[in-house]
Each structure stands twice: as C-alpha cells, then as structure tokens.
C-alpha cells in the first residue's frame, strides 16, 4: 500500500480503516479485499496522495488491455499473464485474464478444470461465435478466488474459432464490421468500464484467435526464452505477424500499440551462453527488451505444482532464499508493466 507497518498500527487502535485478524504476539494480518479497502480509506482521507494509494482508471484513460504472445511453446507466456494479472491486482488494479488457449492452463491456476467446470459457451468463443448462439461479454466473465482478479475462462471449445472463421469468411464476402479480427475487441469493449487492465494469456500458434488479441491489444509482451533456437523461433514469429498484420491493415484493421516489449523469460543469470543471448537481445532491441528479466526458478515450479503462484504461498514452503530471489524477479518485472501502463495514462 506504501504506508509503514507504524501507521497501520495506529489506524488498527484508532478502529479506523479495515479491523485486522489479530495473531500471536500482536501481529495483525490483512486479506487483499480488507488491503483494497485501506486504500480507499487512505485515498478518502489524504485526497491529494489519492492516485498513489487508489491507482484505478480515471475519466478519460483508456481500457489497457496487455497481450501475452509467442508462437513458441515453452516461453512461459502462461506464468507471465498469471503474475502480471496478480500483481496489477495486488497493486489496486481490477484486473481482466482472458484465457484464449485451449490448453487453459491460466484457467486451471486460477482453479477452474477446463473439462469440468467449464460449460459449453463459457469460453470468449461465446462472445465472439458467429452464428445466434452468441452470448454478452458479461456472461463469460467468471470471479476468481484472486480479489481483484476477473477471468475468461478457456479450454478445447476456443479451437471452434479457428474452423468457424475460414467458412463465415467465404459465406460473408463484403461485410467489413463482421471481420473476424475486429470481434475480440468488440467483444472486450462491451465490458470497457469494468476492468482497468486486460491480460491476454495467446495461444502458441498464430492463428485467427491469436489475431484477433493482437487486432484488440493496447500493448503487446513477447516473451522469449534466451535460448539460440527460441530467438530463432521469435524471429520466425515476427516476420509471419509482421506479413499478417499488413493483410489486416489492408483490409481496414488498426494495430496501433501503446508498447511493444520484449520479456527475457526463464533466465538462468548465472548460464553464461544465456547471458550472451540476453545481451545480443538488448542489442538488437535496445530498450524495447524489459531491463528487469523473469528468472528462471525452482520456487515458481512447486509453486505450480499445486495450481499456486507464490503470492499465495509464505516464505518457508519452498524454501526462504529461492522464494525472495523469485519474488524479486517477479517483483521488477511487474513494476516495469506497471510504469509501463501508467506512462499510457500520462502519470
């Protein structure tokens, strides 16, 4: 929140703000909805560091909306949208995770089983399907146990898009607002007010799904790998969403970015041939690339193991040193996203 473990001990004796679970020896422990609230308590009474404490959308900033992407499996686009949509709402933010891989592993982290507990027409898919069987953005819209966190769950369902597309497009020659890459924002524009930052967790496949979150994007991630064939694989990536994009715009799309940024994912600092990638990255890229890289981390796989992300777990399940290096890492990458969103905003 930014204010001293003092302060809110003060406010706690003054029985103002949230009321805390008192522990042993005094400890007082907040959850995030009570944190969220001490935020609006501290915005209301000190107006002028409002936007500090409180950092939601104001009138006139527009929805962010963030893809994930990379057609190369591996490159951790999954484990970077789980943290970047957590962190954002460990920050303040409401938060939208649209899952658009039909492997829903997003939807499994946040404790949704795609075969089980997602119903047919659940999926963005329902908001985006061609035919009368279509339903509000509103309706695939799921709470997440993660306050803060709203998702769009995914799971096989999404893959109908990909088969639907090419026949709607030879049945409906000539009908430019019937595009099927404009329909992923149409459909994200209908629930606009709700949210301040959108992930998108793509696919690893450039497909029509994956063009339409690119077609929608405000901001684009390229997660890579600092691996020699990864970088190839990312160059390969670039050049055909380079081709495609210039087919959309031509038929009357608009990719207009706010960022395009390059995350050095699964980074081993201490692998000297992987330094030497990241270094030819920079190069390349220059400050296109995050300064801060996702490190690589045995803590972030256990965590994983039981559908967790380490905000959910303390320091001694996975071992003290390992979570605070991981916990740094993902710290810096989040901070980086998030003066990135508000430099859109003009603050």
């Known amino acids: 929140v930014g204010v001293s473990d003092g302060y809110l001990r003060q406010l706690s004796l003054d029985g103002q703000g949230p009321s805390p679970e008192l522990g042993t020896g005094g400890r007082r422990s907040y959850t995030l909805d009570q944190v969220n609230?001490?935020?609006?308590?501290?915005?209301?009474?000190?107006?002028?560091?409002?936007?500090?404490?409180?950092?939601?959308?104001?009138?006139?900033?527009?929805?962010?909306?963030?893809?994930v992407a990379n057609f190369k499996g591996g490159s951790a686009k999954t484990t970077t949208s789980l943290y970047l949509a957590q962190g954002l709402a460990l920050q303040g933010y409401r938060v939208l995770a649209i899952d658009l891989d039909p492997q829903a592993s997003l939807s499994t982290m946040f404790g949704y089983q795609p075969e089980f507990d997602i119903p047919e027409n659940a999926t963005l898919f329902g908001a985006i399907r061609y035919d009368g069987d279509r339903v509000p953005m509103k309706d695939v819209v799921r709470p997440t146990y993660f306050s803060g966190v709203s998702i769009v769950p995914g799971n096989l369902e999404l893959m109908e898009f990909e088969h639907q597309t090419p026949r709607h497009i030879i049945a409906n020659k000539g009908r430019p607002e019937d595009l099927f890459f404009r329909r992923v924002a149409t459909a994200i524009s209908e629930i606009d007010s709700d949210f301040d930052v959108v992930v998108i967790d793509c696919p690893p496949q450039l497909g029509f799904l994956t063009?339409?979150?690119?077609?929608?994007?405000?901001?684009?991630?390229?997660?890579?790998?600092?691996?020699?064939?990864?970088?190839?694989?990312?160059?390969?990536?670039?050049?055909?969403?380079?081709?495609?994009?210039?087919?959309?715009?031509?038929?009357?799309?608009?990719?207009?970015?706010?960022?395009?940024?390059?995350?050095?994912?699964?980074?081993?600092p201490r692998d000297v041939p992987e330094q030497e990638i990241v270094a030819l990255l920079r190069d390349l890229f220059g400050p296109d690339v995050f300064a801060a890289t996702a490190w690589k981390s045995t803590a972030i796989a256990n965590a994983g193991l039981t559908k967790q992300s380490l905000f959910e777990l303390s320091r001694g399940a996975v071992g003290r040193t390992v979570y605070e290096r991981a916990m740094e890492s993902i710290s810096a990458v989040n901070e980086e996203a998030i003066h990135l969103v508000n430099g859109v905003w003009g603050r």
């Open 211 to 268: 063009m339409g979150a690119l077609n929608a994007a405000t901001g684009m991630i390229v997660t890579i790998h600092p691996q020699m064939v990864d970088v190839a694989s990312m160059s390969q990536f670039l050049l055909m969403t380079s081709e495609l994009v210039s087919v959309i715009e031509d038929a009357g799309g608009k990719l207009d970015y706010d960022f395009l940024k390059f995350l050095v994912t699964r980074h081993d």
């Open 37 to 67: 609230e001490l935020r609006t308590y501290l915005a209301e009474t000190r107006p002028k560091e409002a936007l500090r404490f409180w950092p939601r959308r104001r009138p006139g900033e527009k929805l962010q909306i963030i893809t």
